[in-house]
């Protein structure tokens, strides 16, 4: 393969530990980590970049108090010679954090960069420097592209053991040097509470990190923010995206779980004090603005959504989705008639279009949720559907009906290479959609592939429905619900395009980075 990894990203992530090292006293169960008050502001929480083009990134970082930010960039470790970016007044407006874009970066290199945090009143007071690094998005086809994917992280009631050492699934992925991870959506679970212990079946205790926000299911700002707070106090994960930038997508349980605009929580449903979902995605979102490097969620970004296309060079264009924040209610979803469907009609016509427009060889389209793969939502005995599919395996009906318009039109606008890639199921599994096999027959034969989750609870395989002629091809998962982290079950999976040939490998990984299969596909070809 001519993928070829540039030298010096994990070497320089010493500086990083050294920081968080310097900044954290020891972990101890029941308690997040402490950080020390030395008058200085600190950036215990580590640093983070997302949406990286071939020539800018956005870096993100949290304070423990007011601070001005200031990004500095090199070639190299030593910071010779740097490049300074001055960044925003981190305030408690934003929880301390903020986000600086770097732009006029070479393309297809690695940059160095560290962040300094200075007191507002008195510049010459600054705390330690984190140091992370990152690739731009390379021009040159023959560089290859490599990226991972999974989702679902700390979800039902499974959050960071000690005892395991934590999300150790992120120094697994860390060692294959992606050039960025695609998290499908699930970064936190707001509506699943973290208490001390869990008793596991074999009689042992399952022990986890507790805070105070997440004590309890999300409902102010500060929970939200709370929440994602959390998953930074896991060291494997600040080490991971200190290394490795990321492209964020949302979905149910950044707010709660199968929640959809317009919702009112049921009065049966006394967690919950505040009941109007749209009152509490409101909340949850701009806490997701917050905590993700995103450029469409930036104070003053005029799109202001999640969904849209970054690209990764002439390989490969990712079509980021929002399956989510768009969609019509859940119900039994047999409707002949759904203009509205799963993502809305300008969304889908936005996705049309670009995809259209692309000249990538593949278009990887990055879902909230499976096409074929049956996700239930019964609410009080009703058979409610959460995700595309509703079990019927005729022609399209309810939300199918949009998905088979977009694939009619991928069919005759001839557009090739495209993939559909996605989570929230929490398992893994390959499906290939054929026409010949499908009630609706007018669509090129497509592949979906499925991961994670990454430290949450395990399920059994979804039901397929017919309707888009899948065939499961691959799939691990348990046969009991809600299996532990230490049970197994917790996977990611890794694209890799070759730059010479154009060939795209899907491997579909256990936590340990085990290859549990492999699929290569070849670019330009339809039928597959």
């Known amino acids: 393969m001519s993928h070829h990894p540039l030298p010096g990203r994990r070497s320089v992530l010493r500086g990083s530990l050294a920081a968080s090292a310097a900044l954290t006293l020891p972990v101890g169960l029941g308690a997040a980590p402490a950080f020390a008050r030395s008058g200085r502001p600190a950036a215990g929480w580590g640093v983070q970049t997302g949406d990286v083009t071939a020539d800018s990134g956005l870096v993100w970082v949290r304070s423990d108090r007011p601070a001005r930010m200031t990004v500095e960039t090199s070639a190299t ?67 290859g ?34 050039d960025f991870f695609l998290c499908s959506g699930d970064n936190i679970y707001a509506d699943g509470p973290i208490t001390a212990t869990q008793a596991l079946p074999d009689g042992s205790t399952w022990r986890n990190i507790t805070t105070e926000e997440k004590s309890k299911v999300a409902e102010t700002l500060a929970e939200y923010r709370g929440n994602f707070r959390y998953n930074l106090l896991d060291a494997n994960l600040r080490r991971f995206n200190a290394q490795v930038p990321s492209i964020i997508q949302w979905d149910d349980h950044e707010v709660r779980n199968n929640w959809y605009p317009g919702e009112v929580i049921a009065s049966s449903d006394t967690r919950y ?21 995103l450029s469409t969620l930036r104070p003053g970004a005029k799109e202001g959504r999640v969904y849209r296309v970054l690209r990764q060079g002439p390989l490969l264009d990712v079509f980021v989705l929002d399956m989510r924040t768009y969609r019509n209610a859940n119900s039994p979803d047999d409707q002949t008639v759904d203009p509205q469907g799963i993502l809305g009609r300008e969304q889908l016509e ?179």
């Open 77 to 143: 470790e030593s910071f010779r010679n740097p490049r300074r970016w001055h960044g925003p007044l981190l305030d408690a407006g934003t929880d301390f954090t903020g986000t600086t874009r770097l732009h006029g970066l070479p393309s297809g290199e690695q940059i160095h960069y560290r962040v300094l945090l200075a007191d507002p009143d008195d510049p010459r007071r600054t705390g330690e420097p984190v140091t992370g690094t990152f690739r731009t998005v390379s021009r040159r086809r023959r560089d």
């Open 145 to 178: 592209v490599r990226f991972l994917w999974s989702g679902d992280l700390a979800g039902q009631g499974w959050g960071i053991n000690p005892d395991l050492g934590g999300y150790r699934i992120y120094d697994a992925m860390a060692k294959l040097d992606p």
């Open 273 to 293: 004090t505040e009941k109007s979902i749209d009152v509490l995605a409101a909340r949850a979102r701009r806490a997701f603005s917050e905590y993700f490097p």
């Open 350 to 528: 936005w996705l049309k279009r670009e995809l259209a427009r692309s000249r990538a060889v593949w278009k990887v389209i990055a879902a909230d949720m499976p096409l074929g793969l049956v996700v239930p939502d019964p609410v009080e005995n009703k058979p409610n559907f959460e995700a595309v599919a509703q079990g019927d395996p005729g022609a399209p009906l309810g939300r199918e009906l949009q998905i088979a318009e977009l694939l009619r039109f991928i069919k005759h606008r001839r557009i090739t290479g495209t993939l559909w890639l996605t989570a929230d199921v929490h398992h893994t599994s390959a499906q290939h959609y054929q026409p010949s096999r499908a009630a609706f027959t007018d669509f090129e034969p497509f592949w979906e592939f499925v991961s994670g989750p990454l430290n949450a609870g395990a399920f059994p395989a979804s039901a397929l429905d017919d309707t888009f002629g899948p065939e499961r091809v691959f799939v691990k998962a348990p046969t009991a619900s809600n299996v532990s982290p230490a049970g197994g079950y917790q996977f990611f999976g890794e694209v890799d395009i070759d730059g010479d040939s154009g060939e795209l490998t899907v491997r579909l990984r256990e936590q340990d980075g085990t290859v549990l299969f492999t699929q290569t596909l070849q670019p330009g070809r339809v039928g597959q």
